[in-house]
């Protein structure tokens, strides 16, 4: 009887996924290009040369394009894989410019005051006042300050000579007036009466050269005594 002998065969895509070794003589026949290779028992098939069986024909004209098939379902997308280990941190570059100022913020509320510290000793005591008279009446005084400790008194001796008294376990003094009209001559000074330290001085009112009343009108009057 016959005998049919056939050769290794397959497809191209399935012979580059195979990729086996053909034995030595071995056909390896590609059904869908007409091409084969013979075997060398070493090499893959991938690694032969096809064999070359006489001329190549020409090439037959080109069939017409078959339609586009329907395209496949989308596959489901895998799970996103876990991160890698994060790699060493490099260098820190040069600093920036320093951008502008911003805007100064509200200013906040003003803390308490402090304490007001102890009042230092003053070297000497004072009485300081504001002096009107009118016709023939005492004197009426206004006081801006007096640490004296107590009042001295204002009286009216004669016309435009007017006393103010004072104590003092010395005679040291200063004393002045302040002439605010310029048609008024007004002058003080240190009494000659004084006894066991009471001293007393005089302010006097001219004009004209004559003593005269009501001359005096809000005339300031200071007078110190020195410890």
């Known amino acids: 009887m016959a005998f049919r002998v056939q050769i290794r065969r397959d497809t191209l895509i399935n012979w580059d996924t195979n990729d086996p070794v053909l ?4 056909f390896g026949y590609v059904t869908d290009t007409g091409e084969f290779k013979i075997g060398n028992g070493i090499d893959p098939f991938s690694s032969l040369g096809y ?3 006489g001329i190549t024909g020409p090439t037959g004209s080109i069939g017409e394009t078959g339609g586009t098939g329907n395209s496949g379902p989308t596959g489901e997308i895998g799970p996103t894989g876990s991160q890698g ?17 911003g805007p100064q913020g509200n200013i906040g509320p003003t803390g308490p005051q402090g304490n007001i510290g102890p009042t230092g ?6 009485y300081s006042a504001l002096i009107t008279q009118t016709s023939t009446n005492a ?3 206004t006081i801006l300050e007096n640490t004296l400790g107590y009042i001295p008194s204002l009286t009216r ?6 006393s103010i008294g004072v104590t003092s376990s010395s005679l040291n003094f200063s004393y002045f007036i302040n002439n605010n009209n310029t048609n008024e001559n007004v002058i003080m ?17 001219k004009n004209s050269g004559s003593n005269t009343d009501s001359l005096l009108n809000n005339t300031p009057i ?5 410890n």
Do not use: A, H
Request: hydrophobic letters at 30%; a negative charge.
């Open 139 to 141: 004197p009426t005084v």
């Open 222 to 226: 200071e007078i110190r005594i020195y």
């Open 121 to 126: 000793t003053s070297s000497y005591k004072v």
């Open 189 to 205: 000074r240190m009494s000659t009466s004084f006894n066991l330290g009471t001293y007393s001085f005089s302010i006097i009112t």
């Open 85 to 101: 280990v994060v790699g060493v941190t490099g260098p820190t570059g040069p600093q920036g410019d320093i951008g502008p100022t």
């Open 157 to 162: 001796s004669l016309t435009g000579i007017y």
């Open 23 to 26: 034995l030595d003589g071995e």
């Open 51 to 53: 064999s070359v069986i």
